[in-house]
């Protein structure tokens, strides 16, 4: 749908969150005089006339043409109550309306740090270069300034995929691992969303995979398939997401040389393995953005002396049996537990040889991490688990937990 084709029609948009704000301002833009309706959970701040919030929010939807709705409510339960409305999304209207070249990049773990890399190595070459999505601004922020020339690095989940019916010129898939099964019930359906990012690509289009996942590599798709190669390896950043970005980088005509000086200069992504110091003689290293048992597992290769693990988070109905065989290889001494995996995890160490401590507040975690973790050793936190039962998102984690391991008095 062309963005002009919305200046006479109702539209809603449901989720008022930060990216449901950004559609609501660039509309706006466009048509300053056209009233548009908003819809959340949660209480509205606007002038519009047409507000609704509360457990109710969604009962209107039918008296709408167009609704526009954030990625975090399912499609489902929109289209439930739609009507004969059409239902898009701030993605959908992105990809259909955006005159440059769109990079998406996509997988369970590590498509963070491929989309930043992508951006840092292109930005070096290229000054029209933007990073949008989870990574960046919302999308839509510079859609209305977009010009053939510009090229978007986009960072793409599995929600913003969810239903869109155009894909990114250059599509990267990183990985696949169960996940977000509280909100898609299957993994089928979760890969399923996924997929949609080299779906609807064409024969110039471009599609970078992950050859060691079966699911990735049978992928079928008209797009040119190129495979992550193995190359130079860097601290903490995984061999895929090199690979990945190396693959992107070269369809832009930039030489390997090129690629690893700026691959050699990135520093790795706050909350990622990020190091906070070195506070009575512990090393603690914030890992916030481990959300799944993969990513922690690499962080338990890459941090060394690792004497004390702070696990646990919202339970997403995903077992843990990979990382606790890792954990137990490791001989970890002490385990702090965040719920509500917390059970889930101490049932398969139980009989091992660990100290468990049990907490629901950052505070007491590195508290106890303070207290039981020798000079010269390291205390990692790597959840493997989102953080949403106890914390605003990964990001407070990560504040909380940096704020207290500098607290001198807290020991």
Do not use: W
């Not at 959340?40 to 709705?69: A, C, M, Q, T």
């Not at 992950?210 to 040119?224: G, L, M, S």
């Not at 629901?360 to 039962?389: F, W």
């Amino acid at each position: 749908m062309k963005l002009k084709e919305l200046e006479n029609k109702k539209i809603i948009i449901v989720g008022f969150g930060r990216e449901g704000k950004n559609t609501y301002k660039t509309l706006k833009k466009l048509f300053p005089k056209k009233p548009i309706a908003l819809a959340d959970k949660e209480k509205i701040k606007s002038n519009e006339k047409e507000i609704y919030s509360g457990e109710k929010y969604l009962d209107n939807l039918k008296d709408y043409d167009i609704i526009i709705k954030t990625p975090g409510i399912p499609y489902k339960t929109i289209k439930e109550k739609a009507g004969n409305a059409k239902i898009t999304s701030q993605t959908q209207l992105f990809l259909e309306n955006c005159p440059g070249k769109v990079i998406g990049i996509t997988g369970t773990k590590g498509k963070s740090t491929t989309s930043a890399l992508i951006y840092k190595i292109l930005k070096a070459s290229f000054k029209n270069v933007k990073l949008v999505g989870n990574m960046g601004k919302p999308c839509l922020s510079y859609l209305l300034a977009a010009r053939p020339k510009d090229i978007f690095v986009f960072e793409m989940s599995s929600h913003q995929l969810d239903h869109i019916t155009k894909s990114p010129h250059i599509a990267v898939f990183v990985n696949i691992y169960p996940e977000h099964l509280d909100y898609y019930k299957t993994y089928f359906k979760y890969f399923n969303a996924k997929k949609n990012i080299t779906r609807f690509q064409y024969k110039n289009d471009f599609f970078v995979f992950n050859p060691t996942f079966e699911e990735i590599k049978n992928i079928k798709t008209k797009a040119h398939k190129i495979p992550i190669r193995e190359t130079f390896s860097k601290k903490n950043i995984h061999k895929d997401n090199i690979g990945a970005s190396i693959a992107v980088a070269k369809t832009f005509g930039l030489t390997e040389k090129e690629i690893k000086k700026r691959i050699n200069e990135f520093e790795t992504l706050d909350s990622r393995i990020e190091f906070v110091g070195n506070f009575n003689g512990i090393n603690f290293y914030n890992d916030s953005l481990a959300t799944i048992q993969e990513a922690t597992i690499f962080a338990l290769s890459q941090v060394e002396n690792i004497e004390t693990l702070i696990l646990g988070g919202l339970d997403r109905g995903v077992k843990f049996n990979k990382l606790t065989k890792e954990i137990k290889k490791k001989k970890i001494k002490n385990i702090i537990l965040f719920p509500n995996t917390d059970k889930k995890i101490y049932k398969d160490l139980k009989n091992e040889n660990i100290n468990f401590f049990f907490t629901d507040n950052m505070k007491r975690a590195v508290l106890i991490a303070k207290q039981n973790t020798k000079k010269g050793n390291s205390c990692l936190l790597s959840p493997a688990a989102p953080s949403y039962n106890l914390f605003k998102n990964y990001k407070d984690r990560a504040n909380q937990f940096k704020k207290y391991v500098k607290n001198e008095k807290l020991a």
